[in-house]
């Protein structure tokens, strides 16, 4: 053979060994800020009054993820979202303002946007008036930090795309969840109990993402649990079990860089949580320590004396001990992690109008879904967070003084009663139209996949055993081996969706399950139908478009109207000084004299920092408000005077290297002319010393 000969045999094996090895799909990963206002803004989640937030803990997150088809280019967006859910009107936004980027690349129909279920975030932003009553109406503050943060973070993951594989791998993540519903769950049929071990799902999905040269782009799992770890008495914006989980990840995989940062994206998703609480302790009485009555969570026939509570010794504990349970299991998972996934990606997405869609269960049990109705259980709430007056679980009958109140609203029609029984109706919210409607009519349901991987986007949060039904019935359409998860709270959000059994009992999820007893008999014939579609290589109808509300929305939270210093003082004065020494263990505070934080989110940056002295000139940050170790508390101490402090805890860590260490606060303030300008302060230096912290704990 010719010496040209062989070199042209050489180059033909170095590029076939290169298209060989090259991966299965480009891979795409970014994350932004969402953080909503950290000062005066009612929580999504719980629906108190009370629980205005004043302050942060852990900031929120947009992680995004693009999968695109190295053959055929074909892409889809799942984007994780550390919020209580998304809705309608973000999504629009979302895709609006991508398209004016990408012109068409990423659209309705291929975006997926999911929401880990937080209930310690910023609401008011959902367009519907039921879920921003108690945010006094619509926030554009909450809203606009997540668009634009989830729009950043989609752009990033754009911006990042290479080539590369997904391995996908599964196990079971045990003392990390509980049933808050088990005598509901007890309805479904014992056949169908008996082919599982327990009553919530204890199985982890966990995907590998790496480049073709072997770098580690990001992990994405799901796993159901609520984002109830912190309570309905919380008020620092926290991100809760999942959220942190996520930044335990990013900080093993992007070691020196602060939350946040770094090119590893990690995303703990919510999947099927709808009956599933991270509070693992059974509910007991708050007055005498006593198991609640089993179906109507009550004690002494009162709903908010029977709580749940986490495994930890308080609310912080428990997030942090659920948090790090589900961390180390997804690191177990993506080591260990070898089934790559093989073959194409694909998406079918479909508007549907939810309200009036003919049900046959089997031959002898039919039905139709109907308008919207929130039960009397809905106004009990849960064990993770019990409702008010007199309402209590397992309610399948009114009571005449609130028919009466409710009916000032809206007086259900007999139709509908007869649509929503058992469940007695509290909030007619389907045939209430004024000022706009109340509820969604119409939802979107997405299916996505990628090789054998098939995630199913519900626009609810489905009960165990709603989303094991609805899996099974995935995998025998496509009968192809595939692998299906539920991605929970994704894309709309319409309430709860039990089992057509469970709603039988009315238990909170049964009274939030919005359309019916056939709401999930309508979901499962709708989703297979997607996955017929997507088997058959067959197209979808579109469906009817939400509506677009934004420009009818009331918006009733008074704005800043303007920040004071005391006498004497500037914002960013110290009111409050650390101490000259601290050991290891110890907890720094320091308050400052601030400003209303609404005046300005710091959208990636931070309202504190815990520098250390690293020569005798040059700072370095060690902690933000983003880390677990410190807390960040906003008080109005005078509304008529316009005065407010800021506090800033830092919690030394036992390990915390010894030196000088400094506390500084960064805000804006409001002045009486309505402008505002930017302040910051800091506190004295001080010494951490090293200690015998950890050898005294360990004796104890």
Known sequence: MSSLGSLFLLISVVLISHASAAGNYFI???????????????????????????????????????????????????VNIDACMVNDAIKTEVVRRLNATYNGLYTEKNVCLSG?????????????????????????????????????????????LRQGDIYINQGELLDSNANRSPTAYMFNPSEERQRYQYNVDKTMTVLRLVDDQGNELGMLNWFSVHGTAMNNTNRLISSDNKGYAELLFEQAMNPGSLPGQGAFVAAFAQTNEG???????????????????????????????????????????STRIIATNQFNKAMELYKSATTKLQGPVDFRQQYVNITNVPVVINSTLKGRTCKSAMGYSFAAGTTDGPGSFNFVQSTTSGNPFWNIVSGFLKTPSAEQIACHAPKPILLDTGEIVKPYPWQAAIVDIQLLRVGQLVIIAVPAEFTTMAGRRLRDAIQSTMADGSIPVIAGLANSYADYVTTYEEYQ??????????????????????????????????????????????DKQISLLPPVIFDNPPFGKAFGDVLQDVKKQYSQGDVVSVVFVAGNPRNGLMTESTFLVVEKLVNTTDWAVQFTDSHWETKFYWERTSTLLGESTATVVWDIPTNQPAGTYRIRHTGYAKTITGKVEAYKGRSSDFMVTASNYVKHRLML
């Open 275 to 317: 009956d599933v609480s991270p509070n693992t302790q059974p509910a007991r009485c708050l007055d005498t320590g006593a198991l609640c009555d089993a179906v109507h969570s009550t004690c002494n026939n009162k709903t908010e004396l029977c709580v749940a509570f986490g495994p930890g010794k308080d609310m912080f504990d």
């Open 28 to 78: 795409g990963v970014g994350r932004a800020d969402v953080t909503g206002p950290a000062a005066e803004v009612n929580m999504m989640g719980y629906a108190q009054f009370r629980q205005s937030t004043a302050g942060i803990h852990l900031r929120q997150f947009s992680r995004a993820y693009i999968i695109r088809d190295v053959q055929t280019q074909t892409s889809f967006v799942f």
């Open 116 to 160: 880990t279920h937080t209930h310690s975030t910023p609401g008011g932003y959902h367009q519907y008036l039921l879920f921003d009553i108690t945010s006094l109406g619509f926030v554009k503050e909450t809203f606009d930090a997540l668009v634009a943060g989830i729009t950043k973070s989609i752009q990033r993951a754009h911006d990042s």
């Open 505 to 550: 009992e009315q238990r909170y999820e049964g009274g939030s399950t919005v359309y019916g007893p056939f709401t999930h008999g309508a979901y499962m014939q709708l989703f297979t139908s997607l996955a017929v579609a997507m088997k058959q290589n067959a197209t979808v109808p579109a469906g009817p478009y939400p509506p677009y509300l934004l």
